[in-house]
């Protein structure tokens, strides 16, 4: 917990800035996540919140609702549901996988979606290098359980020489060359 706190938080912290920055003619753009536009992109990110702030307190999985504008304040009670200690005991009831996975999870969701909305929006995104670093170690290890649950792409090709986020990306099936 001690170290994946702080990355969870400047994750959040990052992608809920980009959040801000989003204008409502915005909405219909394209994102590299091929399934939403950046409004559907926006309402996954508030279910996002929703449902580890959830998973943290032991409940359930939740499904998604409709676009409510209100990601950063969601966010912020997740990051405070996963500071508690026991957050990061045992398994999840409503999931039934390690604690530690599902931070980690919610860390790949925070580092790529920022990307994802950021690259469509037409706005700067630097992500966390220690966050990045961890994202793509755990989607090196958890890449075809992710790909079975559709939760990443078919491998994009990148560079041997790649830096660690543009792997990330290619890992999950992102094209890092995306463009709107």
Known sequence: MEDMMPLMTRATERTAAVVRAVRPEQFGAATPCAEFDVKALVSHLEWVAEMFESLARDGASVEQGPYAGDFPER??????????????????????????????????????????LARATGQEYEPDPEAV????????????????????????????DAPPFGRLLGLIGRDPAWRG
């Open 75 to 116: 966010a912020e009670r997740t990051l405070a549901a996963w500071s508690r200690p026991e957050a990061w005991e045992g398994i999840s009831p409503g999931m039934g996988l390690p604690k530690t996975a599902l931070a980690h999870m919610y860390l790949v969701d925070m580092v790529v979606h920022g990307w994802d």
């Open 133 to 160: 670093a961890r994202a793509l170690d755990f989607a090196g290890q958890m890449v075809e359980i992710g790909r079975e649950h559709g939760a990443f792409g078919p491998p994009v090709a990148v560079p041997e």
